[in-house]
């Protein structure tokens, strides 16, 4: 079974990172344990998946971006 990846935007960035399963429930921890929640530095979920998946998704969004 392959492990899973998630895509995240952070607003405050404005950037895209992928986490794996493991940094992804790190950052959430992380998030939820803050003194002053910081909704602007919350990692939104954009998509779920494989790997391979996810790289497919970002490819998408990526490219929807870039039309003009």
């Known amino acids: ?7 995240c ?5 404005d950037i895209i990172v992928m986490f794996n399963e493991r940094d992804y429930r790190y950052q959430r921890i992380v998030e ?7 909704e ?6 954009l998509a779920q ?3 391979k998946q996810v790289r497919m998704y970002y490819d ?3 490219e929807d ?3 003009s």
């Open 9 to 13: 935007r952070v607003p405050s960035y």
């Open 65 to 67: 971006n870039n039309v």
């Open 49 to 51: 998946g494989t790997k």
């Open 32 to 38: 939820s344990h803050l003194n002053v929640p910081n």
């Open 60 to 62: 998408l969004i990526k």
């Open 40 to 45: 602007a530095n919350n990692v939104v979920l």
């Open 1 to 7: 079974m392959e492990e899973t990846y998630y895509l």
